[in-house]
């Protein structure tokens, strides 16, 4: 026997077309064997007879009667089935429970229906009593709930016996019928009830053998107990009737043949026909009407059956509106499962490249995701929708909206990732764009248009943007929208426009530093040097009096560094302008500028002070009083000169340019220049960015600790001290070689 029930249907249409198989099911398939168990390999039969891929386009019939009555027989002369038939000699049964097969025949020039399937039911009349009735019943549901036509096969001298077993059997057909389809009245399909009357020996027509079968069935319909509501329900509101006598098998074999024939050419479809209903009684009208249909496709049936008979065998109430759903729940996973391999084929790869690139940290931008992505969705929707939308409405619709979620949440996973690698790489390329054309523009040496050279490629950036997320818009999904997308890019860009502008505007500043250093190298450079000369200036001091490069040499330095700064102030704000720089960005920018500039001059006026420097400034400062006269001319000394009040006075006249060294104080107010005024308060919009690489100020920056008075020291007092000693002692130098000269003088 078969093993346990297995649901899936896959199988089915794997193509099971062994010839091993075909032969197994020669005879048709046993549906329910004689222990009442369902046959889980129906599901294969019907994939082997090709019955799956066929939709509605299938009809099922059922046989029932007393056994022995030749119901084997006259399907297999119908269809050309193989069903069991009761041997002359044996007269044992044969068939149990109920058998399947596909219609031989079909194709055949009778014009019968694509894929009928015919069910061989048990006869029932040679069992216990009990357990007869029980299976009819059993029988008789699963009929009901899956047949369009119900043969009924009785002996013509059974017509009238109204006690008989068939009685029996359709009374029993009428009862179930009312409790499976009263329920959901509106859908309730309509049956046929096709009465063969065999053995016919014509002396009766079959007019009047018809008449006699009616009057028994409504008798026997009144005498049924219906549901609340139904009382006055007629036999015809559920059932057609239809009527065929054939001749005896035995007795007439080719007349009996012929009949058979011409029967066979009613199992073809037919329409509606509202004017015709309750009886069918021409002999030639089709039997197929669209309205016996059950309706459920024929990739789902096995699965219906094995659950419609799951129900009936445990006795449960058999609700088939519950079953159908059940059965598109079933039918709607599995085509979900079966239409998205090829979803998995197509998409599972990019997943997987995504994945990999992120993993690497390059997200790409994939080239045919939209195509790829559209392909994809509309072609598993379409699939599902031919497969599914077959089986109840609600249930179809519910899962097409649960695959569309699933499908559509994989597609938007890939979407965003691609925009946001659109979004990475089109910040990139803006980036490196930009900073390019910088460097194109500096190698040119031109002055090039910083806030031009942004827009343009800001431009160009966002409609490479809008066109790579353009190409890979889902059609029909309310998701793939990349609106907030493009303005989430657009804030990026302007804020590497603004860390660009930045670093632009350091890259100016730095140039304009630059410029300061050297401009004040050579102007301060030259002040300091004309201390190297005692007279400064073109005019010869008066007696006592300091020379004016001794005297305002503070003065002018702080002059030619304002006025440097101020200078270098206008150049960095036209400039910055010009590149769309915010007054604040200006405004941080030229506080920075002085502050660095400030650093330039201090880092000059130590490098004049140096040691070395000063010891010679010194030096030479005093030579230049010491050895030449008022008038700028050169001494020849004379033993009478009195050198040593001369170099007394040198001496000492140089020795108070060490104090005067020692600080940088203007000479009107005798007080450090007004650096901290002249620097100012640092703009509110300062970030800690910007002040990272700035030497703190003394007298500037209050919490350095440092005054304004420090911060002006240029030699501490140790040093002047140090300093002092080491001049005395060159100037000593200088006095002894006059002496000597003007001794040596005298000898010569
Ligand atoms: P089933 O049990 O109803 O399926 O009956 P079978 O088809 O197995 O046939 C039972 C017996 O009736 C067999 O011996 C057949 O040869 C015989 N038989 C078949 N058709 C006819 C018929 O039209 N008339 C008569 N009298 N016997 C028939
Ligand atoms: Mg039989």
Known sequence: ????????????????????????????????????????????????????????????????????????????????????VMSEQERRQTTKGIW??????????????????????????????????????????????????????????????????????????????????????????????????????????????????????????????????????????????????????ILQPEKFEQEVEKLGTRFREGYN?????????????????????????????????????????NNKDLDLPTQQELLAQFRCDEISREVLVAFDEKVTPLEDRQARDAQAGKPSVIPDLGAVMNAARSQILKDFETNASRYHKGVYTRKRAELESKVDSRLKALFQKQLSAAHKSGVEAFSDAVSGAVKIGQKKGASYDFAQIVESEKEKALEKFAADAQAIVVEGASWSTYQQETNLYKKELDEVSSRLRKEEMRRLATRVERWVRSRLDESIGLEFNKLGSGRGGSR????????????????????????????????????????????????????????????????????????????????????????????GVPRIWRPTDDIEGLYTKARESTITLIPLLSRFKLSKTSAPPPLDAWIGEAPASVSP???????????????????????????SDAKQADLLIRFKKTADGVYVEAKRSAIGGMTQ
């Open 1 to 84: 026997h078969p093993s346990a029930p297995s649901l899936m249907m896959n199988a089915h249409f794997a193509g099971v077309g062994q010839d091993a198989s075909r032969e197994e099911y020669e005879h048709g398939i046993q549906v329910i064997d004689e222990d009442k168990l369902f046959n889980s390999n129906l599901g294969t039969y019907l994939a082997l007879e090709k019955v799956i891929p066929a939709g509605f386009n299938y009809h099922l019939i059922s046989v029932f009667g007393s056994q022995s009555t030749g119901k084997s027989t006259l399907l297999n002369y119908l269809f050309g089935t193989q069903f069991g």
């Open 689 to 715: 960015a910007d002040e990272e690489d700035l030497t703190p100020i003394g007298g500037v920056d209050d919490d350095e600790g440092k005054s304004l008075e420090e911060e002006m020291t240029t030699i």
């Open 540 to 631: 010869a001091p008066e007696h006592g009096e300091r020379p004016a490069s001794e005297k305002d040499l503070w003065d002018r330095v702080w002059a030619i560094f304002t006025e440097t700064v101020q200078d270098a102030e206008r150049r960095f704000t036209d400039r910055a302008r010009s590149f769309d720089a915010s007054p604040e960005e200006v405004e941080v920018g030229l506080w920075r500028l002085r502050r660095k500039s400030w650093g330039v001059l201090r880092a000059k006026i130590d490098e004049e002070v140096m040691e070395g420097n000063i010891l010679l400034k010194l030096r030479e400062n005093f030579e230049d009083k010491f050895r030449y006269d008022e008038h």
């Open 273 to 313: 026909d509202p004017k015709k209903s309750g009886l069918i009684d021409e002999a030639s009208l089709p039997v197929f009407l669209p309205q016996y249909h059950r309706r459920i496709p024929a990739d789902g049936f096995s699965v219906y059956a094995e659950g419609v008979w799951d129900q009936i065998v």
């Open 100 to 249: 399947m097969s596909k219609n031989k025949r079909e194709g055949s020039d009778r014009g019968m229906a694509d894929n009928i399937l015919v069910m061989d039911v048990e006869g029932t009349d040679g069992r216990e009593r009990g357990e007869d009735q029980d299976f009819e019943r059993k029988s008789a549901l699963f009929a009901l709930a899956t047949s369009e036509v119900l043969i009924v096969n009785i002996w013509e001298h059974q017509v009238g016996l109204y006690q008989g077993a068939n009685m029996g059997l359709l009374k029993t057909v009428f009862e179930v019928n009312l409790q499976l389809f009263v329920k959901d009245s509106k859908t309730t399909p309509r049956s046929l009830l096709f009465f063969v009357i065999r053995d016919h020996l014509g002396t009766t027509p079959l007019a009047n053998l018809q008449n006699t079968l009616i009057a028994d069935l409504n008798k026997l319909w009144s005498t049924i107990s219906k549901p609340k509501g139904l009382e006055q329900s007629r036999i015809e509101d559920y059932f057609d009737f239809a009527f065929v006598a054939l001749p005896h098998k």
